[in-house]
T-cell receptor, first 112, second 115 residues
């Protein structure tokens, strides 16, 4: 069964610190992997989209990595800010019917 | 540029009532979709449309109808509300379908409670 698992479920870090969020998937065949940021009470906003051939993609202080062999991705946040407090969702696009498989998200809280 | 606009933002219904959730986008995107988001779960696709006049079912279509008479608008209709439909509903648009490597643009959701 196609699944996307994210860890941890929640994470609390101090402002200014770095953190890494994990995404493991069993989706096959693979088309692309997306990371979204969802602020409380808002819709998801796209951070990065990576295809099979890309293993790193950055968007400001956000850097996503992809290991298609082990079916793992991570999202690294550098020098966290209070505005980074949000849920981060990993989404994998299945490569035959292009169904999007959504993870449940990691809730990140940045404390001053 | 407004992007994707959803109305209303909040709604409370009684079991058995019907209502329409509105979604409009001003980016001339062909592909639009409706999701529901429930606690502890990933977004689930309800219905989608690849262009005006064309709609199809997603993962959880039962109890919902959609129509796409124009490129801009994609309303979602609850036929007879049930407590299991209590959820947050998101509308999204994308320039092309999910086969493309383009991001989806989401509205800010409608929070729906069914009593």
């Amino acid at each position: 069964k196609n699944q996307v698992e994210q860890s941890p479920q929640s994470l609390i870090i101090l402002e200014g610190k770095n953190c890494t969020l994990q995404c493991n998937y069993t989706v096959s065949p693979f088309s692309n992997l997306r990371w979204y940021k969802q602020d409380t009470g808002r819709g998801p906003v796209s951070l990065t989209i990576m295809t099979f051939s890309e293993n790193t993609k950055s968007n400001g202080r956000y850097t996503a990595t992809l290991d298609a062999d082990t079916k793992q991705s991570s999202l690294h946040i550098t020098a966290s800010q209070l505005s980074d407090s949000a849920s981060y969702i990993c989404v994998v696009s299945e490569g035959s019917n292009y169904q999007l498989i959504w993870g449940a998200g990691t809730k990140l809280i940045i404390k001053p | 540029n407004a992007g994707v606009t959803q109305t209303p933002k909040f709604q409370v219904l009684k079991t058995g009532q019907s209502m329409t959730l509105q979604c409009a986008q001003d980016m001339n995107h062909e592909y639009m979709s409706w999701y529901r988001q429930d606690p502890g779960m990933g977004l689930r696709l309800i219905h989608y449309s690849v262009g005006a006049g064309i709609t199809d079912q997603g993962e959880v279509p039962n109890g919902y109808n959609v129509s796409r008479s124009t490129t801009e608008d994609f309303p979602l209709r609850l036929l007879s509300a049930a407590p299991s439909q209590t959820s947050v509903y998101f509308c999204a648009s994308q320039e092309q379908g999910p086969y493309s490597n383009q991001p989806q643009h989401f509205g800010d959701g409608t929070r729906l409670s069914i009593l």
